[in-house]
T-cell receptor
Framework: DAKTTQPPSMDCAEGRAANLPCNHS???????VYWYRQIHSQGPQYIIHGLKNNETNEMASLIITEDRKSSTLILPHATLRDTAVYYCIVETSYDKVIFGPGTSLSVIP | EPEVTQTPSHQVTQMGQEVILRCVPISNHLYFYWYRQILGQKVEFLVS????????KSEIFDDQFSVERPDGSNFTLKIRSTKLEDSAMYFC????????????FGPGTRLTVT
């Protein structure tokens, strides 16, 4: 099952950076860290993934610690549309995504 | 931007009836998946499909479920005899072949069994 720990909920002010933490202390050397989100009643949405290096795309940045035991997803300028449940997932299998409870992010006006 | 599509968006059926949920994955993707989400619960993996056969299935995916890729574009999930507890959102996903494992999900079909 999911090998990650995330806070159950977080708030963020609109326009500010949202920093979502994830612990994955048992991660092995070839396992990637993936982030997905699910906006209410919609299908999960892939955000970003990384192995060792920090990654950035048009949606977010992913900061992975040097020991790879934790990571942070950063939404640089959160908007109300970023209100969602965010899932940090560690996987090596191409066969399935195992969703944990995730972090419910509320972006507040 | 290419996306996964699913039809219908909402399906209501009576207990014991057969239902087929349809998905059109992204065109160059080779791996296909079904997930479900019971209201208020987490998204659960059902089955993965590659090269015209099931790669992996969960305990949920029993003999009442089947999947098929009848042509080059559609991917279907069939439930032979629906039960009340099959009521859920069903999400289709697909993935391109390669080293990256990210999956792209459709908007879902809400199945209501009465």
């Amino acid at each position: 099952d999911a090998k990650t720990t995330q806070p159950p909920s977080m708030d963020c002010a609109e326009g500010r950076a949202a920093n979502l933490p994830c612990n994955h202390s048992t991660i092995s050397g070839n396992e990637y860290v993936y982030w997905y989100r699910q906006i209410h009643s919609q299908g999960p949405q892939y955000i970003i993934h990384g192995l060792k290096n920090n990654e950035t795309n048009e949606m977010a940045s992913l900061i992975i610690t040097e020991d790879r035991k934790s990571s942070t997803l950063i939404l640089p300028h959160a908007t109300l549309r970023d209100t969602a449940v965010y899932y940090c997932i560690v996987e090596t299998s191409y066969d399935k995504v195992i969703f944990g409870p995730g972090t419910s992010l509320s972006v507040i006006p | 931007e290419p996306e996964v599509t699913q039809t219908p968006s909402h399906q209501v059926t009576q207990m014991g009836q057969e239902v087929i949920l349809r998905c059109v994955p992204i065109s160059n993707h080779l791996y296909f998946y079904w997930y479900r989400q019971i209201l208020g619960q987490k998204v659960e993996f059902l089955v993965s499909f590659y090269n015209n056969e099931i790669s992996e299935k969960s305990e949920i995916f029993d003999d009442q479920f089947s999947v098929e890729r009848p042509d080059g574009s559609n991917f279907t999930l069939k439930i032979r005899s629906t039960k009340l507890e099959d009521s859920a959102m069903y999400f289709c996903a697909s993935r391109v072949r390669g080293e990256s494992y990210e999956q792209y999900f459709g908007p879902g079909t809400r199945l209501t069994v009465t």
